[in-house]
């Protein structure tokens, strides 16, 4: 996939954008705060409906503005398609595909896009929400359909817990709560469908994930992937164990071999008997909403064990493993690889080693505040931003 056109609309810093883009590497240079950055979450967010650097869309739509639009023409082979996304500081967004009115969930169908920046340091040593974002983004890219089904699990765990909430408020207790039943039906069928494709995204990543840790790290720490799930008796509110066989890890981590059925008797039963534990604090205390994805090298956790360098590794390594299985699945052809202010984070080796994995992608996006951070291969078009304004673009 080539993004060939993208054009902004009260998007962030820019009040009117257009840049053109090339197949191959394309790097945009500008100092701090000038914009760059904002380019790559543009098209970013055909993929993954939303930014990697905030959780809404508000802050996407420029000041003073109360609608961004963001279009892209991408080039699939012989085929080209136009997309385009509204985003609304109040309501619903809207989205486009050559023009005609879709639901903004088909989107991804049309756009993959694997985004690497510095905040993605936090999925190896923030909390589980960061990992468990990262899991669903990919997930969606794999199958845009789950976009639905994580946003009614979203849906039904909000009212199931609302009613949790009611019931400890007027000091409901056990089997009093009947209406609870329901909501448990249906928040057993749409997790254990989560969770089957989180075990099995953590099962595809296990090769590439290794190979691309040791291309970037230049060595084999046995980088591993495996979801901790609350069905199973994991609790997150407990603290990380000190050891890779404590017994809350072994007894929250994924059943091998889980089936649906598995899992959702698991669910059951976990619901069952943590209902008390509900009522008395009008909380969802088991689903995937709870789960964790552990990260471990040389068999040790990544968070609170790994250095900084294995850290920032495994990170990359998470991303150009996602990138490889798309690549690998995809009728589109590889996604569109982005490196946002990365290689200035890298030492000497890594940044080589990255580059070389970044040059066999069809297309890829890198910003950098200082040119020279940018690996020489991968300058081949050079496009200079500053306070929102697109000066130029020079071709190797």
Known sequence: MIVEQLSLVDFRNYAVADVTLSPGPNVFVGRN??????????IGFFATLGSHRVSNDAPMVRDGADAAIIRARLAH??????????????????????????????LPRYAQVVLFAPEDLQIVRGDPSA???????????RAPR???????????????TALLKSAKARGIRGDALTTLDVWDDKLVALGT?????????????????????????????HPEAEWVLSVSGA???????????????????????????????????ALAERRTAELDRG??????HRDDLLLRVRGLPVKGYASHGESWSVAL????????????????????????????????????????????????VVTAAVEEDVPAALRARVVRVEAGTILEATDA
């Open 33 to 42: 705060g000038q914009g760059k950055t904002n380019l790559a979450e543009a």
């Open 77 to 106: 082979g012989e085929r080209h398609v136009l997309l385009e996304a509204q985003l609304n500081r109040q309501g619903s967004n809207k989205a486009r595909v050559n023009g005609a009115p879709v639901k903004p969930s088909e």
């Open 131 to 141: 990992r468990r974002r990262f899991a669903d983004q990919l997930l969606v890219q």
């Open 146 to 160: 789950l976009a639905g089904v994580l946003a009614d699990y979203e849906r039904v765990l909000k009212q199931r």
């Open 193 to 221: 469908e989560v969770i089957e494709a989180r075990l099995a995204l953590a099962a595809d990543l296990a090769t590439p994930l290794s190979a691309a840790y040791s291309a970037i790290a230049g060595a084999d720490h």
């Open 235 to 269: 609790d997150p509110d407990l603290e990380t164990p000190a050891s890779p066989d404590a017994t809350r890890v072994l007894d929250g981590a994924a059943p091998a071999g889980a089936s649906g059925s598995r899992i959702a008797d698991l669910f059951r039963q």
């Open 283 to 288: 909380l969802t205390l088991v689903g995937p």
């Open 317 to 364: 390594a998470l991303r150009l493993a996602s990138a490889e299985l798309l690549r690998a699945e995809s009728r589109l052809g590889d996604p569109v690889l982005i490196l946002d202010d990365v290689f200035a984070e890298l030492d000497t080796d890594r940044r080589a080693r990255l580059a070389l994995l970044a040059g066999d992608y069809e297309q890829v």
